[in-house]
C-alpha cells in the first residue's frame, strides 16, 4: 500500500523560509518521479514542482528561484525547501505520484505566510 507523509509546514513571515518533507512508503521510492503540489484557499489544487528519478527538478514560474525540490533515495524522502516566502504562497502542500496510473496524495501540510 502506497502511503505519503507530508510534514514541516508552520506560520512564517513574508520574505521567510520553511522547510517541507515527504516521506513515501509502500513502493520503490527511486523508480517514481515525484511532485509537489499546493491548495490555496478557496483555489483548485496547483502543481508546484517535480523532482525525477534521475534527480532533475522543474518548477512552476510563480516558485523559481525561492523554492528548491531534492530527494533522498536512501530516506524514501523528497523536500521542498522554500526561501522568501510570499503571502501568495499561503496553502496546503501536498506530494504526489502516480504508480500504475493512479494518483497518490499525502495528507499535506498548511503553510502560512503572514505580511
Known amino acids: 500500500q502506497v502511503t505519503l507523509v507530508e510534514s514541516g509546514g508552520g506560520l512564517v513571515q513574508t520574505g521567510g523560509s520553511l522547510g517541507l518533507s515527504c516521506t513515501a512508503s509502500?513502493?520503490?521510492?527511486?523508480?517514481?518521479?515525484m511532485r509537489w503540489y499546493r491548495q490555496p484557499p478557496g483555489k483548485v489544487r496547483e502543481w508546484v514542482a517535480t523532482?525525477?528519478?534521475?534527480?532533475?527538478?522543474n518548477y512552476d514560474n510563480s516558485v523559481k528561484g525561492r523554492f528548491t525540490i531534492s530527494r533522498d533515495n536512501a530516506k524514501s524522502t523528497i523536500y521542498l525547501q522554500m526561501n522568501n516566502l510570499k503571502p501568495e504562497d499561503t496553502a496546503r502542500y501536498y506530494c504526489?505520484?502516480?504508480?500504475?496510473?493512479?494518483?497518490?496524495w499525502g495528507q499535506g501540510t498548511q503553510v502560512t505566510v503572514s505580511s
Open positions: 523532482i525525477t528519478t534521475d534527480g532533475s527538478p
Open positions: 504526489h505520484l502516480i504508480e500504475e496510473g493512479k494518483d497518490y
Open positions: 509502500g513502493i520503490i521510492f527511486s523508480d517514481y518521479h
